[in-house]
């Protein structure tokens, strides 16, 4: 592709909107742009690197025996009745209605429709294991979508779901999907950790997210150095020591005016953070319910969601107007005694086991003192309630977690029967009984994980695209396109790897060296050919994107050096 003719709209100036470096980067190389908020769309510079993907995507999913689909991005409202999700998914999902006022939906995800449509069709054990996918754009109305395409309301997906005949073949097919996924985000370059993930109302108990790990990455996650244990911080189980058992002593209310925080009450009562119960109130799919935990803790909202059966959306931290209405005091003084109202009290189990706690007195300026579980008050016992955090230790072996941040760009889930069940998707098993399908499904951000190779692959100059999923593998800058020697030599070499099969752009254009060096700089093209002063004795610069080193070389050597730098990458010319 020759320059003096490629769409490429870079910017000089950071867009306001951009954050983090792979969304700036990706704005000012002109290969993406905002249409609204959380929609882009992909130039040509972007869209290459958006194919590339895909197609190791593909490669990968092909090879692990998964089968290419393409469904539509429009599902009626009632395949979504039929799990309940048209309600469970919420805000999140865009609606529409058609001219006869039937009701639809944007794709957020497909697993009722790939349930759908193999329902009535595969009809026997014979035809399982199955495994079909598609890459497809998805559509999320997200609460705040950010950072370009790492949460926009618009990208694409690979989405695969699997059918078996039982659980112990389901684990197969996920297995097979997780050494599949391995290949992707090795071939994409992508630094990574598999970590364990939360269900949520997906359904099924077993789920695992593919993190590239990154500084600007929504996700958390801990991980032990010492044995394999891996979870988001949505899905970490928290070891929480109580101190030793003491005698139960007598309960005495407290006179405590504005003290409030735990800080203060820490400063108040001259006493540990620990030795404080924390009840936080929320209204949950529309019920008021009080959660009490060590008050040096914090919630885990996720756990909590999944011990209601409850999705995300439907849980809010309740106003001081619910709080007056259920306690009787204002907010900072709530607590599981006295309460003005029947309200449902989930209790994290080590408040179970921790003696002679200070909680609020559901009576504004007031704590009440010495106050035990069972004695004084009781409630619903969840086992954990409580969020991880730096320091926490590993529930698998005992020593000290990490904990880093990550880009989710993959997620595989055991479903199990959810969707066969309520779409009564079945088939007949060996000794002829009808069974539900057991199902799993398998995401990859295609669109997230292109940001997420920008934000591994960056310096303050622009993008260093790793080759496999460069927009093209070289970029032949000619120092000054007036000179005919120079534009020439250039244009020769450019023919020459292009029928090679080599993806080359020729920066041809009656621009200054500097704005060009930018600007190859800026696209991160993986090899770079400099046609300058030296061009009538057949001497060029090459040099590398990621290590900058120049040296000046015979055309000559041009192509057994390109010929190298591909065979390290194991990419076939
Ligand atoms: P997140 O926790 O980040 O919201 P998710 O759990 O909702 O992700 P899945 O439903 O598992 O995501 O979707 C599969 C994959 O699609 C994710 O692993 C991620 O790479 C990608 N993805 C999900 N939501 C978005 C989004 N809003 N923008 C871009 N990619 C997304
Ligand atoms: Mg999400």
Redesign the pocket.
Known sequence: MRMSKLYMPTLRETPAEAEIPSHKLLLRAGMIRQLVSGVYSYLPLGYRVIRKIENIVREEMDNAGAQELLMSAIQPRELWEATGRWQDFGPEMFRLKDRHEREFCLGP?HEEYFTNIIKGEVKSYKQLPLNLYQIQT?Y?D?KR?RFG?????E?I?K?AYSFDVDEENMRKSYDVMWKAYDKVFTRLKLKYKVVQGDSGTMGGSTSH?FMAMSEVG??IVAYCQHCDYAATDEKAAVVYKVEDSQEELPIEKVYTPGVTTIEALEEFFQIKASNFAKSLVYSAGGKPVIAVIPGDRELNETKLCNHLGIAEHELEMADEGLIIDITGGNKGFTGPMNLKKEVKILIDSRITRMKNLVIGGNETDYHIKNVNYGRDFTGEVVEDLLLIREGDICPQCGEVLQMDSGI????IFQLGTKYSESLNATFLDENGKERPFVMGCY???V???MMAVVEQYHDENGIIWPLVVAPYHVIITVVNAKNQEQLELGEKIYEELNSLGVEVLLDDRNERAGVKFNDRDLIGIPIRITVGKRASESIVEYSLRKDEDKKEINVDEIIPLIKEEFSKENIKL
């Open positions: 995800t998805k999320r997200e979508p395409l790492m949460r926009s309301r990208f997906m989405d997210e929504e996700g989710e760009v993959g997620n995401g990859i951000g669109s997230r994980s």
